[in-house]
């Protein structure tokens, strides 16, 4: 695996059979694995009766996997950037919806995260990320890890931290503490798409300046009256002196609207006037 993808190689059994073990993948279950690397959770997975779809960018692991799991049947692997590779080729949902569980690369952790997310064909994730992504994952408002990507998170699926996971678990072992992340995906996204783009733009600003009040940047980011994001925040109950880390998901999902709203209203004054 090239250095620049910051992947560290699962070794620990132990911990390779409680992320299978979270993952409760029945015989016959389809899975998807993102970046097998040298395959330890790929066997435990293919031990559990799995139908295993796994995708391997690096060739030369790649050839590795192919060699060693050649009489595998229930082995479909893909050499193909998760991150590039178009989803609909995994297949259509008539086979049921895929269970994923992956280590992840440190350095593309989030991005891939991100293409999951809004993906049809999940219905559940145990993922190990970087600690540090993992809490940012799964925080709570009010902490300083609560940001975009646990609003990302939460307009598709729960997120939970299952257990952490030390560098003597990889080869080689990174500097810093790993944790498995679990998310079950909504039946629908708190957003439909269209909501969307208001509801990023908002948090985006809001948290682009986040030891800021938010009532400043939100301001800006609509093109309102600092006075009049001020009275919005407050008719939400928080105060106009609140920071974004104060401001839970649904509020952010009220007041996206809202704000979308007075920014079209200014719009259409300015075009009024003379």
Same mark, same amino acid.
């Given at each position: 695996?090239?250095?620049?993808?910051?992947?560290?190689?699962?070794?620990?059994?132990?911990?390779?059979?409680?992320?299978?073990?979270?993952?409760?993948?029945?015989?016959?279950?389809?899975?998807?694995?993102?970046?097998?690397?040298?395959?330890?959770?790929?066997?435990?997975?293919?031990?559990?009766?799995?139908?295993?779809?796994?995708?391997?960018?690096?060739? /030369?692991?790649?050839?590795?996997?192919?060699?060693?799991?050649?009489?595998?049947?229930?082995?479909?692997?893909? /050499?193909?950037?998760?991150?590039?590779?178009?989803?609909?080729?995994?297949?259509?949902?008539?086979?049921? *919806?895929? /269970?994923?569980?992956?280590?992840? +690369?440190?350095?593309?952790?989030?991005?891939?995260?991100?293409?999951?997310?809004?993906?049809?064909?999940?219905?559940?994730?145990?993922?190990?990320?970087?600690?540090?992504?993992?809490?940012?994952?799964?925080?709570? +408002?009010?902490?300083?890890?609560?940001?975009?990507?646990?609003?990302?998170?939460?307009?598709?699926?729960?997120?939970?931290?299952?257990?952490?996971?030390?560098?003597?678990?990889?080869? *080689?072992?990174?500097?810093?503490?790993?944790?498995?992340?679990?998310?079950?995906?909504?039946?629908?996204?708190?957003?439909? +798409?269209?909501?969307?783009?208001?509801?990023?733009?908002?948090?985006?600003?809001?948290?682009?300046?986040? /030891?800021?009040?938010?009532?400043?940047?939100?301001?800006?980011?609509?093109?309102?009256?600092?006075?009049?994001?001020?009275?919005?925040?407050?008719?939400?109950?928080?105060?106009?002196?609140?920071?974004?880390?104060?401001?839970?998901?649904?509020?952010?999902?009220?007041?996206?609207?809202?704000?979308?709203?007075?920014?079209?209203?200014?719009?259409?004054?300015?075009?009024?006037? +003379?």
């Amino acid at each position: 695996m090239p250095a620049r993808l910051g992947q560290h190689f699962l070794i620990d059994a132990h911990a390779r059979d409680r992320i299978a073990s979270c993952a409760a993948v029945e015989k016959g279950r389809r899975v998807l694995e993102i970046g097998p690397g040298r395959g330890m959770l790929t066997r435990a997975l293919l031990s559990s009766g799995a139908e295993v779809t796994a995708v391997e960018m690096d060739e /030369r692991l790649a050839e590795a996997l192919q060699k060693e799991f050649s009489g595998a049947s229930r082995l479909r692997l893909l /050499r193909a950037d998760f991150l590039a590779l178009d989803l609909a080729e995994l297949g259509s949902a008539a086979g049921g *919806p895929f /269970r994923i569980a992956a280590n992840l +690369p440190y350095s593309v952790a989030s991005p891939i995260l991100q293409k999951i997310l809004p993906w049809p064909l999940w219905d559940e994730a145990i993922l190990m990320f970087q600690k540090e992504v993992a809490l940012r994952v799964a925080a709570e +408002p009010g902490t300083a890890d609560y940001g975009i990507l646990t609003l990302s998170a939460w307009l598709y699926a729960e997120a939970e931290i299952l257990f952490d996971v030390g560098p003597r678990s990889f080869s *080689p072992p990174p500097k810093v503490d790993s944790s498995v992340v679990r998310l079950v995906r909504r039946a629908e996204p708190k957003l439909s +798409p269209a909501r969307q783009p208001a509801f990023f733009r908002l948090a985006k600003a809001a948290f682009g300046q986040r /030891r800021k009040m938010a009532q400043t940047p939100i301001a800006q980011a609509f093109h309102i009256a600092k006075d009049e994001a001020a009275r919005t925040l407050e008719s939400c109950g928080f105060s106009a002196s609140c920071r974004a880390q104060d401001i839970p998901p649904e509020a952010y999902a009220l007041l996206a609207g809202k704000f979308a709203i007075l920014e079209g209203e200014a719009a259409a004054k300015g075009l009024k006037e +003379p």
